[in-house]
């Protein structure tokens, strides 16, 4: 009798797990960020671009300060916004409410990553790397890259692979330099 009672009472935990555990939604599913907290892009009406090399344009809207400007070896941190010329935010370090400088690594500034989730690889390009080279602290640029100096060389499985056809709008401002 205790051995069938035993049973019954197992059979009913096993069957009660089961179906508490049948949840419909992804547990590894990472919601989409929030971009309602993402500044206006920066207004570069009235002032002139400078080439930084073909295919990447810059806006210097304030500049910097500081003893060193952003070499190839330094690690920034940078409070950015990366848009489409169509207007969709691809990577902004103001998704979520969020509101400090996130670190970039300028060597590795210039591949295209793919990545899973948000971050801030996804704003990766090979322009991004051309248009922070000689910033300085507290400088805010807008650069504008064609699609071959953004997404354009992605490949079909990277998640920005849909913007390869797009001109990439980013706009920066940096927060410090941490020289290598």
Do not use: H, W
Request: aromatic share 10%; with cysteine.
């Amino acid at each position: 009798m205790l051995n069938s009672s035993f049973r019954a009472v197992l059979a009913l935990a096993a069957f009660s797990i089961i179906l508490f555990s049948c949840d419909t939604s992804d547990p590894f599913r990472i919601p989409p960020p929030d971009f309602s907290t993402v500044p206006e892009a920066y207004n570069i009406d009235n002032v002139s671009p400078v080439t930084i090399e073909e295919g990447v344009e810059a806006y210097i809207l304030e500049e910097g300060t500081g003893p060193f400007f952003v070499t190839v070896r330094d690690e920034v941190a940078v409070f950015m916004t990366l848009r489409t010329d169509e207007g969709d935010i691809v990577f902004s370090t103001f998704a979520n409410g969020i509101d400090f400088a996130l670190p970039l690594s300028v060597r590795s500034a210039g591949t295209i990553q793919n990545v899973f989730q948000y971050s801030i690889l996804l704003a990766y390009t090979p322009g991004l790397k051309a248009g922070i080279l000689g910033m300085q602290q507290g400088e805010k640029r807008t650069l504008v890259l064609s699609p071959e100096k953004g997404y354009g060389t992605a490949s079909s499985t990277n998640n920005n692979a849909k913007y390869r056809e797009n001109t990439l709008i980013y706009d920066i401002r940096v927060s410090s330099i941490n020289p290598g």
